[in-house]
């Protein structure tokens, strides 16, 4: 069975960093892209950002760019999502989501989803 998993959620301090992990089980990230997406309570949910096969990160939200970024390790089949300075607004459940390429956030044109990781920004 394809899928993706993600981990590393939880409460973090506003100013603080954490890192969430999303992992391939089935299937090769090698032919993937990641996208990274949230949703916050009674939001629709929307795109953060884009990694390459390369490792590029494209694509990046507005709320987002300086502050995340992402990389991957395609020897372990893993992506990752780096939250740095995460604010109490960054407060979301974080999916991630696999495609052919980084384009826009379409969710339709993603693959595979993972089941999302909660993440709450608090003091």
């Known amino acids: 069975q394809s899928q993706l998993v993600e981990s590393g959620g939880g409460l973090v301090q506003p100013g603080g960093s954490l890192r969430l992990s999303c992992a391939a089980s089935?299937?090769?990230?090698?032919?993937?892209?990641i996208g990274w997406f949230r949703q916050a309570p009674g939001k629709e949910r929307e795109g953060v950002l884009c990694?390459?096969?390369?490792?590029?990160?494209?694509d990046y939200g507005d709320s987002v760019q300086g502050r995340f970024t992402a990389s991957r390790n395609d020897n372990k089949n893993t992506v990752y999502l780096q939250m740095n300075n995460p604010q109490p607004q960054d407060t979301a459940i974080y999916y991630c989501?696999?495609?052919?390429?980084?384009?826009?956030?379409?969710?339709?044109?993603?693959?595979?989803w993972g089941q999302g990781a909660q993440v709450t920004v608090s003091s």
């Open positions: 990694i390459t096969r390369g490792g590029n990160v494209a």
């Open positions: 089935g299937f090769s990230l090698d032919f993937y892209v």
């Open positions: 989501a696999a495609r052919s390429r980084c384009s826009d956030f379409t969710e339709g044109a993603y693959d595979y």
